[in-house]
């Protein structure tokens, strides 16, 4: 009997880890708002990172978080740094493509809790007297995120922080 139990078991474990490698080798997830601003006033809270405290969910995870910013001040070549509690986690960020008040792209490298590359990115279509604004965020998704997007659902819990973010944008600018 407890052979028969401990078969069952490997068998699921192996069906879960074959099922995790035929998942997608790249993700992206994507939120987009309607904003009452024009793309000239909302660009540049994204376009500089000594902005994002202003609207970014991710700056108010940690208090105490380092911070460090280089390169342009804002724009193409500008880098943002940082360093946190568990929730922050550590990387960093430099914008790699500046258009402005239509797109800002910005390659990300986490390097705390896991590693992941990836590249965000923001995009403002002027809609009258409004702004469709996108934020998206790709890359690629190795084996352990194959994994752990069997139990928990990235998309999820990342565009909950996209949508918090571009509420933030929207509550900023609209003023």
């Known amino acids: 009997m407890f052979k028969k139990i401990v078969l069952v078991i490997l068998a699921l474990i192996a069906i879960v880890l074959i099922y995790a490698a035929t998942r997608p080798d790249t993700f992206r997830v994507e939120r987009t708002a309607r904003i009452v601003a024009p793309a000239e006033k909302i660009f540049p809270l994204i376009n500089d990172f000594h902005r994002w405290g202003e609207w970014s969910p991710y700056e108010k995870l940690d208090p ?3 911070r460090t ?3 342009a001040p804002a724009g193409q070549g500008a880098t943002y740094a940082w360093e946190g509690n568990d929730k922050a986690g550590a990387g960093k960020m430099e914008i790699a493509q500046s258009t402005p008040s ?8 986490f390097i705390k809790p896991f590693e992941g590359h990836n590249m965000a990115e923001f995009t403002l279509q002027p809609q009258g007297d409004a702004t469709q604004v996108t934020w998206a965020m790709s890359g690629p998704s190795p084996y352990i995120a194959k994994l752990m997007g069997i139990f928990f659902n990235m998309d999820q819990m990342i565009g909950k ?3 918090a973010g571009l509420a933030n944008l929207k509550t900023t600018t609209e003023k």
């Open 64 to 66: 105490a978080m380092k």
């Open 69 to 71: 910013f280089g390169g």
């Open 102 to 109: 239509s797109k800002v792209a910005i390659k990300l490298d």
């Open 161 to 163: 922080d996209f949508e």
